[in-house]
């Protein structure tokens, strides 16, 4: 094990190698994110559940807006670029999920360039949108629009 890493506790890449079981399991079972660094790296990755990854990003809503016009409708997530086409609302709407999943799929795959453009601020409505499951992803265009941040309650730290 590595020094703490602010409240995550680092653990070396040799030693996660063979116990990654182990940190699996306190990722996804217990909720407790574990960092994971190379001797030297000054950077770090974190392994963390992904229904952990995709609720820290609840407050990132999709807003799609839909269009009708004559006998076409059209879905469009501005703010991302995405545009989904179909005769419903309902079919434009999955034609934008799809859309949605191809950014998705292609800007992860690129990263580094995406990283290095506009699109980098992207990232926490595309982790939320690839870490929610595949069956569940049209329901986050059909969520009610946030009305305002998600903060954390106020509340006393037990201690």
């Given amino acids: ?19 990654l079981p182990e940190l699996q399991t306190r990722a996804v079972e217990h909720h407790r994110p574990q960092m994971i660094r190379r001797r030297g790296d000054a950077d770090a990755s974190v ?3 992904a229904s952990d990854l995709a609720s820290s990003f609840a407050a990132f809503r999709f807003e799609p807006h ?9 879905a469009s997530l501005g703010s991302l670029g995405i545009v989904g086409v179909g005769s419903t609302a309902e079919e434009a709407v999955e034609d934008l999920a799809v859309e949605l ?10 990263a580094a360039f995406y990283r290095e453009t506009h699109f980098r601020g992207y990232l926490p409505w595309l ?5 929610t499951p595949e069956d569940r992803q049209l329901d986050l265009l059909y969520e009610e629009p946030a009305t305002a941040p998600v903060a954390p309650a106020s509340t006393s730290v037990l201690r």
């Fill in 101 to 110: 999943r191809r950014f998705a799929q292609r800007y992860f795959e690129k």
């Fill in 127 to 131: 982790l939320r949108f690839a870490a």
């Fill in 66 to 74: 839909v269009t009708m016009g004559g006998e076409e409708a059209t």
């Fill in 47 to 49: 392994l963390l559940a």
């Fill in 1 to 19: 094990m590595l020094p703490h890493m602010a409240a995550l506790t680092c653990t070396d890449v040799t030693t996660a190698r063979s116990s």
